[in-house]
């Protein structure tokens, strides 16, 4: 049986969708206290919670600011607005990790605000609506860039070891080259 690449696209989102969810739900559920880190996540939740907290913590005024604007306590639990941010941030027809990780910010921003006012079922109902606008109009793109394993390599943070090792391998490199020219001259 011959497995054609229409049927590999769509296994492939399909999977994306679930982990998009998911991946969604938890990051969301990290930055509101509904949900601990735990010690095996995979690279792609631990690497979006850190972009999402460093983003927050960056643009919690303007997060704030626009909250107020869109009259989130009035709405309930309509939480549509959420499409209409991200229709603004994509308008332009340019799709990126940074845009992503804002538009994931900017929900989180919710989350935790609407979690301030006792709706701690925010957490689902927003996660869904970025997850839903994210598998309705960018699936492609996501797939084309590795998905959430391309969202973390792209905001890959090398480790303090493995910079010390990159240091050490460069000064005993460099030692190398000095030993082979010392003897080169003699």
């Known amino acids: ?15 994306l969708d679930i982990d998009t969810r998911q991946l969604i739900k938890c990051v969301l559920g990290q ?9 095996n996540e995979s690279k792609a939740l631990s690497t979006t919670s850190r972009v999402i907290g460093q ?12 909250i107020n ?27 990126n990790w940074g845009r992503v990780a804002s538009l994931m ?17 925010c957490v689902d109902v927003v996660g869904e609506e970025i997850a839903e606008y994210l598998a309705t109009h960018h699936t492609d793109w996501l797939v ?12 890959l943070v090398a480790e303090p070891e493995s910079r010390c090792r990159n240091i050490i391998m460069t000064l005993f490199g460099l030692a190398g080259i000095v030993a082979t020219m010392t003897f080169l001259v003699m």
């Not at 983003?55 to 997060?63: C, F, I, Q, S, V």
């Not at 084309?144 to 905001?155: L, P, Q, R, V």
Request: aromatic residues 14%; neutral net charge; charged residues 25%.
């Open 105 to 121: 910010s900017f929900g989180a921003a919710v989350c935790q605000y609407l979690r301030g006012k006792g709706r701690d079922d």
């Open 31 to 39: 930055c509101t206290g509904l949900l601990k880190p735990r010690w």
């Open 144 to 155: 084309k860039h590795n998905s959430w394993n391309g969202f973390a390599e792209f905001f």
């Open 55 to 66: 983003l927050l913590e960056k643009h919690r005024y303007t997060y704030n600011g626009m």
């Open 69 to 95: 604007t869109l009259y989130v306590d009035d709405r309930g639990d309509d939480v549509k607005f959420l499409s209409s941010v991200a229709h603004i941030i994509f308008e332009d027809g340019t799709v």
């Open 1 to 15: 049986m011959k497995i054609s690449h229409q049927e590999t696209y769509h296994h492939q989102t399909g999977a």
